[in-house]
């Protein structure tokens, strides 16, 4: 049952890919369509059956992958809380996200649309994979394939120069990070002697913690933090996230919003155990975290193209995320991962639909005024603004307040901080998105007409999204506004059931762990007993006296970011909406600050003085004048001159005169016999 | 009866009289000949050899020797036929096409 989750993807993916091109429009996206839905048909019937919290996971192992030594590899797929998450997630909003592709990719040929939704059955199976994983190998057979179909996906339109390079540098800057990743897995391997998640959580944690030290642990757990920045767009290796918006609007919203992009945090979560004994790593996350949310939420503020300001937002939101593992609170990143999923989604395929609407225009300065347009794109975005920014009672509130929450309570020394750099994020996430909404949709419409004179577009009034893309949209809406109630805090009279889901997840499980130390762990509890580690220092709110403390703490913090949230939406409001006069006024009077944010701090720029540079003259001059050319070309050519040479002079040897040969041939018989008869007188 | 010495240095005559032949005339019938008297040469010390040592082998290989020196003798005259033919000249250093 459990493989035909990642199967039934892949089998569309394998119709689309052999005879798609073969096939009229309805029937391979109507394959994909429904592959994406069969598999989401599975995932909530096995989800369903480990709903309770004790739930032991569903394992399936297909077959003994890898076999030497000690390392034992076995291909398996394992469904437990945390991956059920995941599974419907991408189950549930990738099919709403295929169903969507089927309107918005209409204009493209038969085999181009089927070579489109074949790489996206690809893309759905490989995430499958990632997520129900049961080991490290099995997990990075679909991290690096998700990485292989968002290549293939960004450089879709692989004719436009722009869209193939952007498609390489995601490619490329990706490996850098899934370095970091192999390195931490063959530490791990080298440590625990095992891959599996569970045993290897299970052997972390009859370690000490690593207060203050930096041990294998520290190191593994770093080297597999890289892999998460590469994946998910986190400082230093966010620079492709915004530059993948090249391809098709639904690729952006599914692989780089809502699924592959959030596969760093999930791989977080699932060494929740591994990463908590590594106070320094996880230091390290909450501060790469935090950084890359303000910075990214900063440069989302200028940009003017309508997909970039989303790729920032969702840098900056992934940076929440990671904020959230590095304090520990793991539920609270996967629910935060969660409810993004949900708004993220709607709003790149809002911007799809505008985007559709006015023929590929991007960019904010031309559109305004589309809100009496499209009036169902307008208001489905509008919800997702509203959930993004944090506005109470929508998803985003709950999750966004969860972390500020935990980061606040944390143990961190400099949680203060980080919950400052939060908040301020915070307020720039409502600014942004709602700048966003303001400039597209209200106010005057500013259509591009001095370079329109060819008269294509102008003129037509933009058309509202067909049905294909107006229902995603909607249920895309609904579950922006009720995809947070599973996570309504205590202090808001809830029970926070996602966290008590999750929990497991984040635990060792006994009865793995018994059997890994060989009864090294001491613990009594019967076998099958979850046991969660103390992980969360703030999970004591949870317990007793404490509460009332704490429940005050957290109404006055929610109070605070619906307040920095209305804040965010009245500046925006106001500069956007109000005064625009004034946003003139603060550009001319912070001219410097704001062409540094509009080059998006010269991060390219200095990457390319940096390291793209310096390796194209290394590869030129030494690699390929000096190495190639001239060893290697060198060493070759001069072998063939040197035969050549010698040939030249041994030819005039062959006279072709009988004579000679038969003289040589007489001189040589009688030079052997004569040394023959000399020496053996 | 004569010694075995005596056959062998007349075969060695032999066989340096047919050596000169090969190397030194110009016409390739002449050359054919030469190698002949050298296999004749050999057949001579082969016989004397079976003869001085009471067996029989000397003999048989001596048939065998002329065996060969028969077919190589047909094989040799077709080849110098067909070469006169093309090149009206029987000279050995005519025949040098073959070279580098």
């Known amino acids: ?681 | 009866m004569v010694p075995l010495n005596y056959y062998l240095a007349l075969s060695g005559v032999l066989f340096a009289i047919g050596t000169a032949g090969v190397f030194l005339r110009r016409n390739l019938i002449t050359v054919l000949l030469s190698i002949e008297i050298m296999l004749n040469a050999v057949n001579l010390t082969f016989v004397a050899v079976g003869r001085y040592r009471g067996s029989v082998d000397g003999q048989i290989i001596t048939f065998f020797v002329m065996t060969v020196a028969a077919a190589e003798a047909a094989v040799g005259l077709a080849l110098i036929i067909a070469l006169f033919r093309h090149r009206e000249t029987l000279s050995p250093d005519a025949f040098t096409a073959l070279k580098w």
């Open chain 1, 1 to 681: 049952m459990l493989l035909l989750i990642p199967l039934f993807p892949l089998v569309g993916f394998v119709i689309n890919a052999s005879v798609g091109r073969r096939l009229t429009k309805s029937i391979s996206g109507g394959l994909a369509c429904a592959a994406m839905i069969a598999s989401f048909a599975v995932s909530a019937l096995l989800v369903s059956q480990i709903l309770g919290h004790e739930a032991a996971p569903l394992e399936f192992t297909l077959f003994e992958w890898m076999a030497s030594g000690t390392l034992r590899v076995p291909f398996t797929l394992r469904l437990d809380h945390l991956s059920a998450v995941m599974i419907l997630v991408i189950t549930g909003i990738g099919s709403l996200i295929h169903i969507y592709s089927t309107g918005y990719m209409h204009e493209e040929s038969d085999s181009e649309y089927a070579r489109y939704f074949s790489y996206l059955n690809l893309f759905a199976s490989f995430m499958l994979v990632l997520v129900l994983g049961g080991n490290f190998p099995v997990m990075f057979v679909g991290w690096e394939g998700v990485g292989l179909c968002s290549y293939l996906l960004i450089g879709f339109w692989f004719r436009k120069q722009s869209a193939a390079d952007a498609g390489k540098k995601a490619f490329v800057v990706n490996r850098i990070g899934d370095f970091g990743f192999v390195l931490g897995m063959l530490l791990i391997f080298a440590t625990f002697g095992t891959l599996d998640f569970q045993l290897v959580a299970a052997a972390a944690d009859s370690r000490a913690i690593e207060h203050g030290a930096i041990g294998v642990i520290t190191a593994a757990t770093l080297l597999l933090f890289l892999g998460a920045t590469g994946k998910s767009a986190q400082i230093p290796l966010y620079v492709w996230l915004p530059d993948a918006m090249e391809g098709p609007t639904p690729v952006s919203a599914l692989i780089h919003a809502a699924t592959m992009v959030t596969a760093g945090v999930y791989m977080i979560g699932r060494n929740a155990v591994l990463f908590s004994h590594a106070p320094i790593t996880l230091s390290i996350v909450a501060a790469i975290g935090v950084a890359t949310a303000l910075m990214a939420g900063t440069i989302g503020l200028v940009q003017n193209d309508i997909k970039r300001v989303l790729a920032y937002s969702t840098v900056s939101q992934l940076g929440y995320m990671f904020l959230a593992m590095g304090v520990g609170a793991y539920a609270a990143g996967i629910f935060h991962l969660y409810t993004h999923a949900f708004f993220k989604a709607l709003l790149f395929l809002g911007s799809g639909a505008v985007i559709h609407a006015l023929a590929g225009e991007q960019d904010l300065r031309n559109m305004g005024g589309l809100k009496k347009y499209l009036p169902v794109t307008y208001w489905t975005f509008l919800i997702g603004a509203l959930a993004i920014a944090g506005v109470p009672l929508l998803s985003g509130f709950f999750s966004k307040d969860e972390i500020l929450f935990k980061t606040f309570t944390s143990t961190n020394p400099y949680r203060l901080l980080l919950w400052g750099i939060g908040m301020v994020t915070s307020l720039l996430t409502a600014t942004y998105m709602f700048r966003l909404v303001f400039l597209a949709f209200h106010g005057e419409r500013r259509s591009a007409a001095h370079h329109d004179s060819h008269g294509h577009g102008h003129g037509h009034a933009p058309h509202e999204a067909p049905p294909s893309m107006a229902i995603p949209l909607i249920v895309l809406a609904i579950g922006s506004v009720l995809a947070g109630y599973v996570g309504v805090p205590h202090a808001l009279g809830g029970s926070n059931r996602i966290e008590q889901f999750l929990e497991p997840s984040f635990a060792v499980t006994e009865a793995r762990g018994r059997l890994e130390a060989g009864g090294g762990v001491q613990s009594t509890d019967a076998a099958g007993v979850v046991r969660p580690v103390a992980v969360q220092d703030s999970h004591s709110a949870d317990a007793g006296e404490s509460t009332h403390d704490n429940t005050s703490t957290e109404l006055m913090l929610m109070a605070l970011s619906s307040g920095v949230a209305i804040a965010g939406i009245g500046i925006a409001a106001f500069f956007w909406l109000r005064n625009r006069a004034a946003v003139n006024a603060m550009t001319a009077r912070f001219r410097g600050p704001y062409t540094v944010l509009l080059h998006k701090y010269y991060v390219d720029e200095l990457y390319d003085a940096a390291v793209v540079q310096p390796i194209k003259l290394l590869s030129t001059g030494g690699l390929w004048k000096g190495a190639d050319a001239g060893l290697i070309d060198g060493a070759v050519n001069g072998v063939g001159q040197t035969v050549r040479s010698t040939s030249n002079v041994l030819r005039r040897v062959q006279t072709g005169s009988i004579r000679t040969y038969a003289a040589s041939l007489f001189l040589g018989v009688v030079l052997i016999l004569g040394w023959y008869l000399l020496k053996f007188r």
